[in-house]
């Protein structure tokens, strides 16, 4: 069992930055492959990035590629979300996922656990 909370949100101006935490505590956080996910109002749950459990491996969606940052320490059970140049699309409520394997995904339910979310608000 993993338990995970997300930390960092806010409101910002266009072009500005955050850094979103995820810290999990629970077993095993080192085996886990974690991701990103955000949901805007109206809006499915869309895959923003993945990070392998040892972080050597990391993916992307298109729409975030070269603006976000997908890290972890597994020192400190902590997975971290750089997000810069943000857009007022970007605005949402950003979850953080995390599944048993060493496989990178993409599709939501392929992740067992989640946190409840963090409140980004890209103001133009």
């Known amino acids: 069992q993993v338990q995970l909370v997300e930390s960092g949100g806010g409101l910002v101006q266009a072009g500005g930055s955050l850094r979103l935490s995820c810290a999990a505590s629970?077993?095993?956080?080192?085996?886990?492959?974690m991701g990103w996910f955000r949901q805007a109002p109206g809006k499915e749950r869309e895959f923003v990035a993945a990070?392998?459990?040892?972080?050597?491996?990391?993916y992307y969606a298109d729409s975030v590629k070269g603006r976000f940052t997908i890290s972890r320490d597994n020192a400190k059970n902590t997975m971290y979300l750089q997000i810069d140049s943000l857009k007022p699309e970007d605005t949402a409520v950003y979850y953080c996922?995390?599944?048993?394997?060493?496989?990178?995904?993409?599709?939501?339910?392929?992740?067992?656990?989640w946190g409840q979310g963090t409140q980004v608000t890209v103001s133009s």
């Open positions: 629970g077993r095993a956080f080192s085996s886990y492959a």
């Open positions: 990070i392998s459990w040892s972080g050597g491996s990391t």
């Open positions: 996922a995390a599944r048993p394997t060493t496989v990178l995904r993409s599709v939501a339910g392929e992740y067992d656990y």
